[in-house]
């Protein structure tokens, strides 16, 4: 079982359902099949430069981030489960709408993208 948990900062208008089938089917068609729980999270933009100069020691306003647990100082603290732990992507709502204008894309597809690439990064994806 995939297990997907949504937080967000703020009222932001987020199907969460929808987003949770999606992230569950992305996960399946990789690969995932063990009991795994991953974290999504959508910020402000504020948000976004506190977590920047925590991890990245710079204060720039990102789309997205992701983190596993060997990525970050000290550990994660996760409710006592049998899920293994994929890790947190965090994305910036505020700059999603930005990109979605800009992208000429509806918010739903931006916001897709910016998880799907974070997921990725979880599944040890990385930049070139």
């Given at each position: 079982m995939i297990k997907?948990?949504?937080?967000?900062?703020?009222n932001y208008p987020i199907s969460t359902p929808s987003l949770k089938?999606?992230?569950k089917?992305?996960?399946a068609a990789k690969g995932?099949?063990?009991d795994t729980e991953v974290f999504i999270s959508f910020v402000s933009k504020p948000?976004?430069?506190?977590?920047a100069k925590k991890y990245l020691k710079e204060g720039s306003v990102h789309n997205v981030f992701s983190f596993t647990e060997k990525e970050?100082?000290?550990?994660?603290v996760y409710?006592?489960?049998?899920?293994?732990?994929?890790?947190?992507?965090?994305?910036?709502?505020?700059?999603a709408v930005e990109e979605a204008k800009k992208e000429n894309l509806t918010l739903d597809e931006k916001v897709w993208q910016l998880v799907?690439?974070?997921?990725?990064?979880?599944?040890?994806y990385h930049h070139k």
């Open positions: 997907v948990v949504v937080f967000k900062t703020s089938r999606k992230v089917a992305f996960l995932i099949k063990s948000r976004m430069v506190q977590i970050v100082a000290s550990p994660f409710p006592p489960t049998n899920f293994t732990q994929l890790g947190e992507v965090v994305v910036c709502y505020p700059k799907e690439h974070g997921l990725m990064h979880l599944l040890g």
